[in-house]
């Protein structure tokens, strides 16, 4: 993952020479000392920098920003680059957002959001079309964009698929991906239940273990007919639009594909363990197991549901579990979320390590109507640098934290008052989780950073605890081929990929089907659909091009 291309001597000192000039003139910050690292380069053509506002689009539902015009973090980043964010943030789906920006024509100076699925899809779309500004001749001027981008820091099906493809063009920047192995970020993903609640229906999470006894504790919990405030506790619930609920996906089957025993590939939607998946939960829903409005219901509204202590497990990743559920832990001592299980795998070794697909979790783009390209890249390459990647992450140097030892460390004052702020809004309104962090290349968290300077202990302790129990054998990166980055190169890809995209919708009608019958035909549909618009003939052309290589059938969310 280490930048292997050397550093031409000339471009060394001329990326040097304009970074002292730049800071030479940027040393007012409110009494804050941040110094430039040596690698914080900001380049431009050399001429007087004039003030720039750049409308950049954080196409993640559900981020938000401050309530403040400007932050501190803000500021500080106008007086190094000139340049002043004006954000937007998507409320709603990503996918139709990015789709909607494109058939408009309604852009953003600098896009940023999800490195995967349809909003990915829709970037490298845009791409072809030629609507985003081609990177390839620029990066030797912003050194920290071209590091992000080198072959060796991105995962290689990822590279293959939306790096790769433009005939030596380069459109996308990568952000967040781990520059070493110690920056792996895993995010725990899991069902988790408030401990006061498993206490009460006499079930030690730990032994839940199958998805039957999961079926099991989820009933027990139901007919406890437990209460607060007046309101019946639901057995199990998620976040916005369904997240993440259905994770219990990997009980059936390991990945998006599965071997049908011949060392041939499907989709796993034609298998029959996706059968008996969405039958699973089309029981959960019947039987009130599953919050019914899971899938419709916005994320404060699933945060209220939260803070009234009406979810009993909640399926999500551990640092939102804690964020959400922080209010009422504090007033409802012993009520904090704990993990269930591990539960089991379908097909994987009990021994087996956690199959995680880390990588990193943003594609920034500048579309061609972009006012100031110039000035959008001299934003994302000073995020990108060692100084700015500190900067987002833990404040001013100075002024939030001290550099102790080499490291980054919480001044006491700001840890308190981050801590007694249940709401995150005091760091929002310091600049810190507005969206900043997703341009800031690499993830160089514990490697330049320290870890989550603003964790408090019981936040640490609970994730290491957690780590514990769901990872007892570790962790496995997953570098294998995924079948779907394979399949989209197929010639019948663009006539499938409709019917394709139907899947999440179609198992969620499945789910609410009046009868297990009804849910099938919902399914068998979809399949017919999909064979009527190439499916056999993508697979076939995937499995031939798959042969010999190492491919995913496992993997968890991460």
Known sequence: MKNKRAKSTSLLLAV?????TLFGCSNNNGGAVNKPSDNAGTTNSGTEQKEVKLKVLHNWNGSSGSDTDTTAIEKVIKEKTGITIEWEYTKGSEVEKVNTIFATQDMPDIYT??????ELDGIIKAAKEDQLVDLSDKLDKYPNLAKAIQKDNVPPALYEKAFDVYDGKQFLLYQNHPATPEDAMD??????????????????PQSVRTKEELYSFLKKIKDADLKENGMSVIPLGGFHNGWAVGIGNTMFYGSGYVDKGDGTLENSFFSKQYEDYTLYYRKLISEGLLDLEAFTQTDPIANEKIKQGRIAVLAAHYPAILDASKDYVKAHPGSDYIPVGPLERAGAAADRPADLSIQGNNVTVIPKKSKN????LRLLDYLASDEGFLLVRYGIQGEHWDMENGKPVAKKEWFDKFSADTTGKMKKNEGMGIGLESMSGQDRINSVGAGDIWSDQDRLAAMDNARKILRPNGISVISAYNPGDVMIKSPQWEMLKPSMDKIGDVWKEAIYAKSDEAALKIINDLRGQMNKTG???AMQFTNDNLKGKEVALFGMAN
């Not at 959001?113 to 349809?118: C, Q």
Request: hydrophobic share 45%; glycine share 14%.
């Open 113 to 118: 959001g999800p490195a995967w699925g349809g």
């Open 535 to 537: 499916y056999k003939e």
């Open 373 to 376: 390209v110039d000035a959008a």
């Open 16 to 20: 040097t020479l304009m970074a002292v």
């Open 187 to 204: 995010w725990l993903y899991g069902f988790y239940v408030r401990k006061d609640i498993a206490e009460k229906v006499g079930v030690d």
